[in-house]
């Protein structure tokens, strides 16, 4: 089961409402709030490849209030 970790940058005042779209997604097993460069960081977890990359490119980047994201793929040794 693919797994990656996003950072999400967010327009100013939009970290809330970004965060509520993030949580409430099935896909998404973790949001955490965070200070620093980045302002949220979520574990999404999908079926296959081809969801998750759907997911990133389709979906997440669309929310209102994104403004950047980083994806971290996440690998089994």
Do not use: C
Not at 34 to 56: C, I
């Amino acid at each position: 089961m693919p797994e990656a970790f996003v950072l999400f940058k967010t327009l100013p005042s939009h970290e809330r409402e970004v965060y509520l779209a993030l949580a409430g997604h099935k896909s998404i097993a973790e949001v955490h709030a965070l200070y620093g460069e980045f302002d949220l960081l979520v574990r999404v977890s999908s079926e296959n490849a081809g969801e998750l990359t759907s997911m990133l490119m389709r979906e997440f980047r669309q929310i209102s209030g994104v403004k950047e994201t980083q994806t971290l793929i996440a690998v089994e040794y």
